[in-house]
Structure formats: C-alpha cells, structure tokens
C-alpha cells in the first residue's frame, strides 16, 4: 500500500543543517518506496533545493530570517503560520499519514489533530535546552516536562539511537511505540578525495556555531596542533554569519556546496558532547570518506580506530593528539575514511532505512485506515 504522507519541519528549508538534511533525507527514502510525500517547512531557506520533494512554504514573517537552531522572537510566529500550512496540505492532498521532525513540528501536527501523527525525535529537550538558555538547571527541568509530556502523544516514536529512545520510554513512551531507525545517509552524493600528501591536510568542522557544538574544545585542541604543526589549517564551514572565530571561514549556501567542501583530503572534527542528538554532520563527513575525531558521548556511528577516533568528553590533549595522529598519518586517515563509508553504505543506506520507516508508518496508519 502506497501512503500520502505529510512531512512537517519546523526551520527554514533548504539548508545545509543536521535537522534539514536528516528531514529531507527521510521524506526522499518515502518518496522513493513509491510513497507521495509532501514536506512541510518555513517560508524562506537558503541556496536551492534538487529533491524533487513537493514543498509546501509557510507564510513568510518578513522578521523572520534565522537559518541556525534555536529559539527566537520570530519562533512562535513562524510556528503559527506552519500549523496553518500543514492542516492546508493535509486537507488538500488527503494526507493519511503526518510525520514531524523534532519538538517544534510534533506541536504543529499535535494541533491539527491528524492521525496517524510519527514523531521523529532529534534530541532530547532536557539535554539540549540549557545550551540555549540561561539557568542550566531551570532549563533542564523545563526539558524533561517536555520529554515527558509530548512525545508520548504520537502513535510512533522513531529515534536515531538506543540511547535517546531509552530515554523516552523512561519519560512516558511505550517500548513498543519507540523504533530506533538510523538516520539515511546517500553516500553517492558525496565524492571521496584522493589523499593529498603533498601539504598538511586542513581540521574541518561543519554546520551550526550554537553552544552544544562545543567549539570551544576544537579551538583549545587547535592550539596545541598548532604548536608541533603550526602550518595546520582550521576551516569551518558554516551558513552562518561567523565573526572573530580563530578559523577559516568557507561560507556554505546550499547542500551542493557543502559536497564541494567535503570533496577534500582533511580531517573531520566533531567535538558534540551532546548525548541526545545524532550529529548528522558526522555521517557526511563519513560518506565523503572522512576520518573523524569524535567525543565519546556523541560518537554513535563511529568505531574507534575502526571508522573514526574517539576521545573522552572535553579532553583537549586527547582530542588534539588524535587531531595529530591523523594528521600525520595519510594511511591512518585513508583507511579509517574508506571503512567509515562502508559504514554509511551498509548502515545507513536510503532503500534499507526505507523498509523500516514503510513498515512502521504502514503499522500506525492500519488502525485508523477505516476513516482516513
């Protein structure tokens, strides 16, 4: 059975962000098992988009101009107007079937009172929150009320990692209403670089600037790198306005250019402590063949010294000697990239991640297929 699916996030789209690529990703994996897929986003976005996905555009707040994550004055208007557009495109194209991406959508499909309703949870609020707030402990609380309040409220929960999802069943989901799928990933889109042995190969990170990034930890690890190889490069990539960052900067206005960016021989950092989220940044880099240095609370796809390195939370030496270590070693760096794609192939790959969402939307959607 072929479903008409509603795919609702609430950011700007396109954009070369973690949540946007992990939105797009899915609704093509649907669309691409035969299903009518409709992606539901804010009115503006940035660089152009090649999914052949049906978009439907909220009404754009001429205020509203924020591409990163996070609150902002503008949040709860654009959140209106996008409640608006999706209970539009449900009624138009007889939609039988509403997905959400993260907090902010699961609100919006929660209003309209649309069932079947999937969640797909990005993070968990008690974890993320205190980044963007002040009174960490305030925040957190605020966080777990929301962990425990909402996500229960969809028919199906698809979290990326066991971790996330235990943490939903300990705030009120059910064990059978939370599915860990991984994230898609098509590593065809990526064009893995020869090595380059003849310079020092860049430390690259990409996308947001917000605090659960944890840049300050590459920063600090980078002054350290600098010290046995001064000539070591720091480019991030970013669509944000970045200013007085001690780093290159390589603005990145689309996904297209986010794959010429990745298409280099360069070592990838992730330094996320951020345990909720599943860093999709990461899984990029990993598809272009990129070994990657990673902190141990946010290193779900990566193996240490298998597909990646991996060092305890907020430990600069040990992130900057693994920094080193792949810098300094062009076979080290090639074989842990070669085996990180295969990962992605393997793990990842749109038509498997397909199977598992099609069966759990199909699932959920039998009860109420009498009256949809």
């Not at 960490?136 to 969809?154: K, M, Q, S, V, Y």
């Not at 297209?256 to 070592?267: E, G, I, K, P, S």
């Not at 693994?322 to 074989?335: K, S, V, W």
């Amino acid at each position: 059975m072929k479903l008409r699916i509603a795919m609702v996030g609430a950011c700007p789209y396109p954009a070369p962000q973690g949540s946007q690529v992990f939105m797009r990703n899915t609704a093509q994996c649907l669309q691409h098992a035969g299903h009518e897929v409709h992606l539901v986003v804010y009115g503006y976005g940035v660089g152009t988009d090649h999914s052949g996905l049906r978009i439907h555009r909220a009404a754009r707040l001429p205020f509203a101009t924020k591409t990163a994550p996070g609150p902002s004055i503008a949040k709860p208007f654009q959140d209106i107007t996008l409640t608006y557009a999706l209970h539009r495109v449900i009624e138009k194209h007889h939609i039988q079937v509403v997905c959400a991406h993260n907090y902010e959508a699961l609100f919006a499909a929660l209003l309209t009172r649309k069932r079947p309703l999937i969640y797909f949870a990005h993070n968990a609020m008690s974890d993320e929150l205190p980044y963007f707030l002040h009174h960490p402990n305030i925040t957190e609380e605020i966080g777990n009320f929301l962990d425990r309040r909402f996500p229960h409220r969809a028919d199906a929960v698809i979290a990326p990692h066991r971790r996330l999802a235990g943490h939903l069943v300990v705030r009120g989901c059910e064990q059978d209403q939370v599915n860990v799928v991984p994230p898609p990933i098509e590593a065809q889109w990526f064009d893995p670089s020869p090595l380059d042995t003849s310079s020092t190969p860049p430390v690259i990170y990409t996308g947001n600037l917000d605090a659960y990034q944890n840049l300050p930890l590459l920063f600090d690890a980078m002054k350290l790198v600098r010290n046995k190889r001064p000539e070591t490069r720091l480019i991030i990539a970013t669509a944000e306005k970045a200013k007085g960052l001690d780093a290159e900067i390589a603005p990145i206005m689309g996904f297209d250019t986010l794959y010429r960016f990745l298409a280099q021989d360069a070592v990838f950092a992730a330094p996320r402590v951020s345990w909720s989220g599943y860093p999709i940044k990461m899984l990029n880099a990993m598809a272009a063949g990129k070994a990657v240095v990673a902190c141990e609370s946010a290193a779900y796809p990566i193996t240490h010294e298998e597909t990646g390195l991996i060092v305890p939370d907020n430990d600069v030496h040990a992130y900057a000697a693994a920094l080193l270590q792949l810098i300094e070693n062009p076979n080290l760096r090639a074989r842990l990239g070669a085996k990180a794609r295969e990962t992605i192939l393997e793990k990842h790959h749109p038509e498997a991640v397909a199977r598992q969402l099609e069966e759990i939307a199909l699932a959920a959607y039998d009860p109420y297929k009498t009256t949809a």
